[in-house]
């Protein structure tokens, strides 16, 4: 079946520009995360849905960032007034949510430059 | 989350098996071990999990020792196309809390021809 996707999957950007990027889940997994990847860095999470609420933001790196999901499907990473050191691949994965054991899976990502 | 350690990077032979270790002597009771790997330019796709029993799936199996301080990841065959990084993470059960994954630095797998 179809996996996680997202767009754009390149993203170029002034600095001060505000970005979209967009995340679809696996249809029926309830639980969401973002996280990015600065170059030749591990990743750092973002932020975790579970349907449409987000009850772990800590993530988040500064008030420029904020995150929706809607109808408990896609999400929407929103960076306001871009900086450059916010240049990243920004991941998303989602898993089967409630309890239990589940591994997530990831998207391809998408990258961004902010020059 | 538990913090764990493993080797910048390993060689293996193309065929051989790959074992790749890693430390989480701080792993609490309810803390299971997760694999991940990241091929390169690619997001990190999900390898096994295990508690305390040793698991195996089509992928690899996944060692863990009798007091789960330390694991071992096993590619049985490795190919080319295993050369990735691949993360060792300790984390807790999802309807614990925080479900998000904590990822280290990774051992940087090359697979030599």
Known sequence: GAGVSQSPSNKVTEKGKDVELR???ISGH???YWYRQSLGQGLEFLIYFQGNSAPDKSGLPSDRF???RTGGSVSTLTIQRTQQEDSAVYLCASSLGASGLYEQYFGPGTRLTVT | DAKTTQPPSMDC???????LPCNHSTISGNEYVYWYRQIHSQGPQYIIHGLK????????????????????????????RDT???YCIVSGRPDTGRRALTFGSGTRLQVQP
Do not use: F, Q
Request: proline share 4%; net charge negative; glycine share 2%.
């Open chain 1, 30 to 32: 309830t639980a969401l």
């Open chain 2, 53 to 80: 029993n040793n698991e195996t799936n089509e992928m690899a199996s996944l060692i863990i020792t009798e007091d789960r301080k330390s694991s071992t990841l096993i590619l049985p065959h490795a190919t080319l």
């Open chain 1, 66 to 68: 904020s995150a929706e």
């Open chain 1, 23 to 25: 995340c679809d889940p």
């Open chain 2, 13 to 19: 032979a193309e065929g051989r098996a790959a074992n």
């Open chain 2, 84 to 86: 990735a990084v691949y």
